[in-house]
């Protein structure tokens, strides 16, 4: 068997370069190997390049209520759209619906698998309920979300709002919330009872209908006026207006927008479950 020559020595025994090179590689005292070029793939250095990772202050989070009875789904992929239109690199994150990775993976028509896509993830459960799970868990969870957020340049995060406090606290981070309305009475009363309760915790966060249809549009902007003497505009999901639209948006916490929402309290994930290193006598 050939010698790595980035391994230690073997000192005689076939797995001694293995082990000693895992120790030194905890302990940090050599960097990891350099990756081999990949085979049979001529032009994944290009690939690469062509497309450099968004920059993660200027990331945002848009954050849709899981309202009506399509549960938010089409004013999501109305968002998603539009980030695609205007550069973005757009992922989509489901929170508080068990079939949320079914009902946002394919649209009403049915687009063919070679149409666009962009990411997709489900968090079945309410955030709160991560908090019991072993610590273990909890890290390997938050640094998949931090590897998830690096990819995107717009978070688009859906949220049931049975999660009152987690579709709350998304909103807030993200400095708005997409209310989607329709033309059914427990609609309306529904998307107007949880625009009046955020607006009402919060100041500065802005509420952004979504309809289809202008007059039920205007049915609830009307409401919105009379009873809380507001002005709810919809989202600009135009190319003129996407730069006022994302102007509005709040800028990502220091340890990012799907941490800070998943587990607030913690500044960091929890420690590493094996640290190696040396006693002094």
Do not use: C
């Amino acid at each position: 068997m050939n010698q790595d020559p980035e391994s230690p020595p073997t000192h005689g025994h076939p797995l001694a370069g293995v082990l000693d090179r895992l120790l030194a590689r905890e302990r940090g005292s050599f960097a990891s190997p350099v990756p081999r070029p990949a085979r049979n793939r001529p032009h994944a250095a290009e690939r690469a390049e062509a497309v450099p990772a968004p920059d993660p202050t200027a990331r945002r989070m848009l954050v849709v209520a899981a309202l009506g009875s399509d549960a938010g789904a089409e004013a999501s992929r109305a968002v998603v759209r539009w980030a695609r239109e205007t550069g973005l690199s757009p992922a989509v994150l489901d929170i508080g619906s068990p079939d949320g990775l079914a009902s946002l993976g394919s649209s009403a028509e049915q687009a063919p698998p070679s149409g666009p896509r962009v990411p997709l993830a489900n968090l079945p459960a309410a955030p709160e309920s991560l908090k019991d799970q072993p610590a273990e868990i909890l890290a390997a969870l938050l640094e998949r979300l931090r590897r998830y957020e690096a990819s995107a340049g717009l978070l688009v995060v859906r949220i049931a709002p049975t999660y009152r406090m987690a579709l709350m606290r998304a909103a807030f981070l993200a400095g708005g919330l997409i209310v989607p309305v329709e033309d059914s009475p427990d609609s309306l009363h529904e998307a107007l009872r949880l625009s009046r309760a955020l607006l009402e915790s919060f100041i500065d966060v802005a509420v952004w209908p979504f309809a289809g249809d202008p007059d039920v549009l205007q049915r609830y902007q009307t409401l919105m006026r009379e009873f809380l003497d507001t002005e709810t505009p919809a989202l600009g999901l135009a190319r003129p207006e996407s730069a006022d639209t994302l102007g509005k948006l709040s800028g990502p916490p220091q340890e990012g927008f799907l941490v800070s929402l998943i587990d607030p309290d913690t500044p960091s994930p929890p420690a590493q479950l094996l640290q190696i290193g040396s006693m002094r006598l």
